[in-house]
């Protein structure tokens, strides 16, 4: 499976951007999709995951202002983040696990396809 994560861009803090990943070649609804993201000079961390039957989990630091979906008609998944801050800076990746591992893990070696990374930079 092949992802495509695309949405980044340059924001002012406080302000919204949505990350979109799609897949090519195989259908998303059955899988566990997750976002991370790896800031310079730093490993990549979790940051929102989403099961096939849509329960969701999120790192403490992005509670409350991130929030993950999945558009099965569209066959892609959203991260939608607001209130960003300077430390949100990162490159996000979408990851997906294999289809017959239905829970949600926090870890990367957990995840077996991933995306290119979008670029997301929030200015002070």
């Known amino acids: 499976v092949q992802l495509q994560a695309s949405g980044g861009g340059l924001v002012q803090a406080g302000d919204s951007l949505r990350l979109s990943c799609a897949p090519s070649?195989?259908?998303?609804?059955?899988?566990?999709m997750a976002w991370f993201r790896q800031a310079p000079g730093r490993e990549r961390e979790f940051v929102a995951a989403?099961?096939?039957?849509?329960?969701?989990a999120y790192a403490d630091s992005v509670q409350g202002r991130y929030t993950i979906s999945r558009d099965n008609a569209k066959n892609t998944i959203y991260l939608q983040m607001d209130r960003l801050q300077p430390e949100d800076t990162a490159v996000y990746y979408c990851?997906?696990?294999?289809?017959?591992?239905?829970?949600?893990?926090?870890?990367?070696?957990?995840?077996?396809?991933w995306g290119q990374g979008t670029v997301v930079t929030v200015s002070s």
């Open positions: 990851a997906g696990r294999n289809p017959s591992l239905t829970v949600i893990r926090r870890d990367t070696r957990a995840y077996a396809y």
């Open positions: 070649g195989r259908t998303l609804s059955n899988y566990v």
């Open positions: 989403i099961a096939g039957g849509s329960s969701t």
